[in-house]
Structure formats: structure tokens, C-alpha cells
């Protein structure tokens, strides 16, 4: 399909939606703050995910003239619920497409948005099929975690030593299907050499696993769910 729209509370989130004929499911991206959809490394990721089959749906969780106010400000960076309110935006227009009916959907969540993932998982409880976090802050989930249902994948760089200790706790908080993977010698944003080519990899495992495992509900189903309403800033 290409470049999207999402409206979300007055506001227009871009994106770009590709699904192969075949794909077993498809997977939306939540980058972290400063990072878009059209970022090298997700779009890499993404097309990684392409093609082994997978749809990928990325998007901005905050507008252009967000990203600039959070620049400024900052006040935007860990606001996970306002984040997770609009993955779960995302999450309900996708399955009114009619090219993504029926399939399984997955989380790739990075950074914040990794949180924004599992608090959006746990919400949306069965309806999301697995979750993959990237150097993700699941700490920022806190509460949520023992209520994500989905598989989860966490990923973290040997050397993003505070990140990882975070991720460890947070594994043991969790009650799900799991996985907490170190990539030798790779830092948090996996910039080392084959890092990021091992996330994929990981990542694309994780989905082609546990996605067909999981048909969702048709959409006759799924239309009944209603986003929260725009939380107050």
C-alpha cells in the first residue's frame, strides 16, 4: 500500500504499510523518541521482515511538530501511555484494512516505544500475536508487564549494560512465553558490525514463530475495540 495516514486524536500520524501476498502476519513498528519511519534502521528492519514473508507497518507516534516540541522540551520522551495510546490507534486502523484482515499482528517496539509496545500488548491483550523489544525499556511498563500475553522477545547489546539489567528484571516480572537474548559486543543502539543484521534475524524468528500461531479475530470482532480517550498533558 505504501505511504499512510493515521488520524489519531486530531492529529495525522504518517506511515508506510507493505504486505506481501503470503505474509503470515504483520508487525508495527514503535520506534523511540528522536526516530521515525523513515529511519535507515527501521526501514532496514523492516524490509528484513519483507522479505521473510512478514507485513510491517511503521508510523510516527508523535507528528513533526511533536518531535520538534520534544527536541525543545523533552516532556514527550516517556510519556508511554500517550505512545501506547497511539500503537493502539494504529493496531485498530490496521485491522480495518482490508488487505491485513484476518492476519496476526506483532509489535516491534525500540526504546520507549518498546514500552509503548507491551503496555499497548497488555491492553489489547489477545489480539496482538508477539512482541519483539530492541533495546527496549520495558521498566517504563512497569505495572503492565505481568498482564502481556503475547510471546515476547527481548533483545538487548551486551555493552548497554543499564538497559539489560532493566530487561532482566522485567523478565522476571513477566508471565508470558519469553525470551531474553544478549547480543555479544553490540551497544544500545546495535551500531556494531552484524549487530543489527542479528537483531533481524532474531526478530524475523521470533514472528514467523509465533504469528501464524495466532489468527485474529475477524473484523467484525476487532471493531468493537475503542482506543482510550486522548489522556490529559
Not at 548497554?160 to 559486543?185: F, G, K, S
Request: charged share 20%; glycine share 8%; proline share 6%.
Amino acid at each position: 500500500m505504501g505511504n499512510v495516514r493515521i488520524a489519531a486524536h486530531g492529529v495525522a500520524l504518517e506511515g508506510s504499510l507493505d504486505i506481501p501476498d503470503a505474509a503470515p502476519g504483520i508487525v508495527i513498528f514503535a520506534h523511540g523518541s528522536g526516530s521515525s519511519h523513515r529511519s535507515t534502521r527501521n526501514r532496514d528492519l523492516a524490509k528484513f521482515l519483507q522479505n521473510a514473508g512478514i507485513g510491517t507497518l511503521l508510523f510516527d507516534l508523535l507528528t513533526v511538530e511533536e518531535e520538534q516540541d520534544e527536541r525543545a522540551t523533552g516532556h514527550r520522551r516517556f510519556d508511554v501511555d500517550l505512545l501506547a495510546t497511539r500503537l493502539e490507534i494504529a493496531t485498530e486502523w490496521l485491522m480495518s484494512q482490508p488487505r491485513a484482515r484476518g492476519r496476526p499482528i506483532g509489535y516491534f517496539g525500540a526504546s520507549t516505544g518498546a514500552a509503548a509496545a507491551l503496555i499497548a500488548a497488555a491492553r489489547l491483550d489477545d489480539l496482538i500475536a508477539a512482541v519483539v523489544s530492541r533495546g527496549g525499556r520495558p521498566d517504563l511498563a512497569d505495572k503492565y508487564l505481568p498482564r502481556v500475553t503475547a510471546p515476547t522477545l527481548l533483545v538487548v547489546g551486551e555493552r548497554d549494560e543499564p538497559v539489560l539489567e532493566l530487561n532482566q528484571l522485567a523478565y522476571a516480572r513477566m508471565r508470558c512465553t519469553r525470551e531474553l537474548i544478549v547480543v555479544p559486543r553490540a551497544s544500545h543502539l546495535f551500531e556494531e558490525h552484524g549487530a543489527i543484521e542479528k537483531v533481524a534475524a532474531l526478530a524475523s524468528g521470533w514472528f514467523r514463530e509465533h504469528l501464524p500461531a495466532m489468527p485474529l479475530p475477524g473484523f467484525g470482532q476487532a471493531a468493537r475495540y475503542s482506543p482510550p480517550a486522548n489522556p490529559a498533558h
